[in-house]
């Protein structure tokens, strides 16, 4: 890269050499800007574009107060470098350009950023996507969420539509690929926050029922200490509340079933005595449960005749034992929590094993109401619960969804259909923040005991 002296003598500035190294840098910095003027100024963008790699503090902040100041003058002209370098730029320097997007572009008034101003933000950045890290991915949809223009319905579907390439929707999801994995997880958490009553999961839903439900246990990831298999239905039960119509519905809705299933054992067999036939009482899995319950209750509301028109009686029959025999499991474990939180309050509810027990209440009280819609006759979905790991809101009426923070986790780079840049082949998924999130206790072991 030229020097920023030599970039100055081609402007016909020249420094005298005696001066202090960093201190014509910083003076040619600061005046840079004078020089962005008509067709001089993508120029003048993209070399400071390229200044942000500087590791001296107070350079960096001169490089950025500059291309605030001509991001002011144009800022089309400026994009034009920015993007310039995003693209064909060094690492580091592309690195920094879309940091500096992120962060400053929020901070800019509206008759700078104008409607044509974030489309061509939208243009570009859609380039940029074709090939990105899982860390670039993150910060380009916090840039592009927080536009004006995308705050609408029809927006936000761009955004949508822009997660599902990113996800590779289309292609067969491979459970035994990590990386594949990692990437449809990290991109749909990405996609949740935009979901609405207007704007649809049903494609994420859709993929999630017929791809990933039937391969549920062959998940494998690279994030250790994950449980990987959780965190999927806790995506898919977020995503069921706003599905819209869904073509193959009742094929769909029968493989969640099968699955709930799976976690809703049979009673064990009881001996002439009336005791224990010697089989181990079956393990109650409330966190997985809850999930599934809650998409099974959301899905089938629109289609709420599939229990008692779609299933055979013996099958019905089969379901409502189930479900009986978890309802009694759940009351002991509902009267086991209340007893062991009664009384207690403020800090005494902020320790781990009460910060657990609260969680596992709100999961059991959860599934009681859910279980409770479904042995009315016909079964009912009318209860509505909030999923346990998600935080109570009270919205007033005519007020927006509130926008989520859509920076969590890091969403690998789409999968290569050609040559990438070589630095970028690797996306190594950050570690340990999922695991340790709150929903993924492990209560059930600790009250088998009991």
Not at 156 to 179: G, H, I, M, W
Not at 306 to 320: C, G, P, S, V, Y
Not at 408 to 436: E, L, M, T
């Given at each position: 890269?030229?020097?920023?002296?030599?970039?100055?003598?081609?402007?016909?500035?020249?420094?005298?050499?005696?001066?202090?190294?960093?201190?014509?840098r910083?003076?040619a910095?600061?005046?840079?800007?004078?020089?962005?003027?008509?067709e001089n100024?993508?120029?003048?963008?993209?070399?400071l574009?390229q200044?942000?790699?500087?590791?001296?503090?107070?350079?960096?902040?001169?490089?950025?107060?500059?291309?605030?100041?001509?991001?002011?003058?144009?800022?089309?002209?400026?994009?034009g470098g920015?993007?310039?370098?995003?693209?064909?730029g060094?690492?580091?320097?592309?690195?920094?350009?879309?940091?500096?997007?992120?962060?400053?572009?929020?901070?800019?008034?509206?008759?700078?950023?104008?409607?044509?101003?974030?489309?061509?933000?939208?243009?570009?950045?859609?380039?940029v996507?074709?090939?990105?890290?899982?860390?670039?991915?993150v910060l380009?949809?916090?840039?592009?969420?927080?536009?004006k223009?995308?705050?609408?319905?029809?927006?936000?579907?761009?955004?949508?539509?822009?997660v599902?390439?990113?996800?590779?929707?289309?292609?067969?999801?491979?459970?035994?690929d990590?990386d594949?994995?990692?990437?449809?997880?990290?991109?749909?958490?990405?996609?949740?926050p935009?979901?609405?009553k207007?704007?649809?999961?049903?494609?994420f839903?859709?993929?999630?029922?017929?791809?990933?439900?039937?391969?549920?246990?062959?998940?494998?990831?690279?994030?250790?200490?994950?449980?990987?298999?959780?965190?999927?239905?806790?995506?898919?039960?977020?995503?069921?509340?706003?599905?819209?119509?869904?073509?193959?519905?009742?094929?769909?809705?029968?493989?969640?079933?099968?699955?709930?299933?799976?976690?809703?054992?049979?009673?064990?067999?009881?001996?002439?005595n009336?005791e224990?036939?010697?089989?181990?009482?079956?393990?109650?899995?409330?966190?997985?449960?809850?999930?599934?319950?809650?998409?099974?209750?959301?899905?089938?509301?629109?289609?709420?005749?599939?229990l008692?028109?779609?299933l055979?009686?013996e099958?019905?029959?089969?379901?409502?034992?189930?479900l009986?025999?978890?309802?009694?499991?759940?009351?002991?474990?509902?009267?086991?929590?209340?007893?062991?939180?009664?009384?207690?309050?403020?800090?005494?509810?902020?320790?781990?094993?009460?910060?657990?027990k609260?969680?596992?209440?709100?999961?059991t009280?959860?599934?009681?109401?859910l279980?409770?819609?479904?042995?009315?006759?016909?079964?009912?979905y009318?209860?509505t619960?909030?999923?346990?790991?998600?935080?109570?809101?009270k919205?007033?009426i005519?007020?927006?969804?509130?926008?989520e923070?859509?920076t969590?986790?890091s969403p690998?780079?789409?999968?290569?259909?050609?040559?990438?840049?070589?630095?970028?082949?690797i996306?190594?998924?950050?570690s340990?923040?999922?695991?340790?999130?709150?929903?993924?206790?492990?209560?059930?072991?600790?009250?088998?005991?009991?």
């Amino acid at each position: 890269m030229p020097t920023v002296e030599e970039l100055y003598r081609n402007y016909g500035i020249l420094a005298d050499a005696t001066e202090q190294v960093g201190q014509i840098r910083r003076q040619a910095i600061k005046e840079l800007p004078q020089f962005a003027t008509g067709e001089n100024l993508p120029r003048v963008a993209d070399i400071l574009t390229q200044l942000l790699q500087t590791d001296d503090s107070a350079e960096f902040n001169l490089v950025n107060n500059a291309l605030l100041s001509i991001f002011k003058m144009d800022a089309k002209g400026t994009l034009g470098g920015l993007f310039s370098q995003i693209l064909q730029g060094e690492d580091i320097v592309r690195e920094r350009a879309i940091k500096f997007l992120s962060t400053k572009l929020k901070t800019l008034p509206d008759e700078v950023l104008t409607k044509e101003v974030e489309e061509l933000i939208l243009t570009e950045s859609k380039k940029v996507l074709e090939d990105v890290t899982g860390e670039e991915f993150v910060l380009f949809m916090k840039i592009l969420s927080g536009l004006k223009s995308l705050q609408t319905v029809s927006g936000r579907q761009q955004l949508v539509e822009l997660v599902a390439e990113q996800a590779d929707l289309e292609q067969t999801f491979n459970p035994s690929d990590p990386d594949c994995v990692d990437r449809l997880l990290q991109c749909t958490r990405q996609a949740v926050p935009l979901f609405s009553k207007n704007v649809h999961s049903t494609r994420f839903v859709t993929y999630f029922c017929e791809q990933v439900l039937p391969n549920l246990s062959s998940l494998t990831t690279p994030v250790e200490g994950l449980d990987i298999q959780l965190e999927v239905l806790k995506l898919l039960a977020e995503m069921s509340s706003f599905c819209g119509d869904m073509e193959k519905l009742e094929t769909n809705l029968r493989k969640l079933f099968d699955k709930l299933l799976e976690y809703m054992p049979l009673p064990p067999e009881e001996a002439e005595n009336g005791e224990n036939a010697g089989n181990e009482e079956p393990k109650l899995q409330f966190s997985y449960v809850e999930c599934l319950l809650y998409s099974f209750h959301q899905l089938g509301r629109k289609l709420p005749d599939f229990l008692t028109a779609k299933l055979n009686a013996e099958k019905l029959k089969d379901f409502k034992i189930r479900l009986q025999y978890f309802a009694r499991g759940l009351q002991v474990y509902i009267r086991q929590l209340r007893l062991a939180l009664q009384g207690k309050t403020g800090e005494a509810l902020k320790t781990d094993e009460n910060k657990i027990k609260v969680v596992a209440l709100k999961i059991t009280n959860n599934i009681n109401v859910l279980i409770k819609d479904l042995f009315h006759i016909p079964p009912s979905y009318k209860s509505t619960v909030t999923l346990s790991w998600k935080p109570v809101q009270k919205v007033e009426i005519g007020q927006k969804r509130a926008n989520e923070d859509t920076t969590s986790g890091s969403p690998p780079k789409k999968s290569p259909a050609g040559p990438k840049r070589d630095a970028r082949q690797i996306y190594n998924p950050p570690s340990g923040k999922y695991s340790s999130n709150l929903g993924n206790f492990n209560y059930e072991r600790s009250l088998q005991g009991k």
